[in-house]
């Protein structure tokens, strides 16, 4: 059975940093694309960033780019989202999401809280 556990959230200052991890267990780590997304209460949930299995490559959100990076440590099977200069807009519920060719997972989601 897949899960997915994320961690890390918390509340933060605009302009603080958090670093977000999503533990995966019960899958083969290497063969999935790993990604966060996130959702605000009312809206549809919208991509963050990804980190591709197939060749190390990441991508982000226009909204995030230079602010978050995404890492993998294979050894561990995590992914982790590092988001620094965190703006109150960023403030919402992250969901680590592990998809091949066969499935598609979410974790639970984590909670990121950004005071003005």
């Known amino acids: 059975q897949v899960q997915l556990v994320e961690s890390g959230g918390g509340l933060v200052q605009a302009g603080g940093s958090l670093r977000l991890s999503c533990t995966a267990s019960g899958l083969t780590f290497n063969q999935y694309t790993i990604a966060w997304f996130r959702q605000a209460p009312g809206k549809e949930r919208e991509f963050v960033a990804s980190?591709?299995?197939?060749?190390?490559?990441?991508y982000y959100a226009d909204s995030v780019k230079g602010r978050f990076t995404i890492t993998r440590d294979f050894a561990k099977n995590t992914v982790h989202l590092q988001m620094n200069n965190l703006k109150v807009e960023d403030a919402t519920v992250y969901y680590c999401n592990a998809i091949s060719n066969y499935n598609n997972n979410w974790g639970q989601g984590t909670q990121v809280t950004v005071s003005s």
């Open positions: 980190h591709v299995h197939k060749d190390g490559s990441s």
